[in-house]
């Protein structure tokens, strides 16, 4: 059975701050043809490699911001996220957890570095992913999960010495702890040197990876090394990956929602209309308030 093909490898772009506590690279929407449209559900995917915060004071970090229309999934692989939000939601994403937010209807939402992480300084490493909701979910009540490391699935990878850390959807039928509107499938592959891994999904799901660590070989021709993204086209179901060092590698495969994108900032919606009612709200305190 034929293997899906890479459509592209694609090196990190040069980064930029969001807040002064997130060093990101962008890579959805970013290089072409990485656009919300082809990657839907993923909409966005900021990827903060890995960077060296020295000691602060002061916690760094993005201030009060609106969300409507989608969820943001925040992945912690080094360094600690403290948030708080307008709906009084609020905790620490340690090394290891993920929080999966859905902002729905509307939130206010702000998210720092932890204050002891900010005293003491430290690596920082960290995936924001947004995943779009359908029009009938766009406007249900906000809602958090936190997914702390030690309730993630773990599948020990065959003839191997890794696993895989299913966050949502399944590996092999082991499914992962998060709840998802649409069939979402995201996982760490987290491998040592000389695993080779095989993965399925839906031939018309957008499927893609990016190295967090390491290097992989991917079916046996590309290879992709840490801080690169691996676009796949939608030809076959299956794909391989094997690890050239220890690596680690963020999985993400997800139906399409197939439904009208209009996107401004913090808000995505299905029309324009839909987006200037969704300003009008936020500037009517609709969200809330947070200070």
Request: no cysteine; glycine share 8%; proline share 7%.
């Amino acid at each position: 059975m034929a293997n899906r093909s890479v459509n592209n490898v694609f090196a990190p772009a040069p980064p930029h701050f969001v807040g002064d506590g997130f060093r990101v690279h962008n890579f959805i929407p970013g290089f072409a043809p990485l656009s919300m449209k082809r990657m839907d559900p993923f909409i966005m995917l900021d990827y903060n490699s890995t960077f060296y915060f020295p000691p602060s004071p002061v916690p760094r970090g993005v201030d009060v911001h609106p969300h409507r229309g989608f969820e943001t999934v925040t992945i912690a692989y080094k360094g600690s996220v403290a948030h708080n939000d307008s709906k009084g939601g609020s905790g620490v994403i340690n090394e290891g957890d993920v929080q999966w937010m859905t902002a729905a209807s509307g939130v206010l939402h702000k998210e720092y570095h932890e204050k002891e992480f900010s005293k003491k300084g430290g690596d920082f490493q960290m995936v924001q992913l947004w995943v779009n909701l359908l029009a009938k979910d766009k406007m249900s009540p906000p809602k958090y999960q936190a997914i702390t490391a030690s309730k993630m699935t773990h599948v020990p990878i065959k003839n191997g010495k890794g696993f895989i850390e299913v966050i949502a959807g399944a590996y092999h039928e082991h499914k992962g702890p998060a709840f998802t509107f649409t069939p979402v499938n995201l996982m760490n592959a987290k491998l040592k040197k000389g695993d080779k891994v095989d993965f399925s999904f839906p031939a018309h799901y957008n499927t893609a990876l990016l190295v967090i660590e390491g290097e992989v070989t991917v079916n046996d021709t590309r290879n992709a090394a840490t801080d690169h993204f691996v676009l796949f086209d939608n030809d076959a179901d299956a794909f391989s990956i094997e690890a050239k060092e220890d690596a680690i590698v963020l999985i993400m495969s997800g139906e399409p929602l197939n439904e009208p994108i209009a996107s401004h900032g913090p808000f995505v919606m299905n029309t324009r209309e839909e987006l200037q009612q969704a300003f009008v709200d936020f500037q009517n305190g609709a969200f809330g308030s947070l200070n």
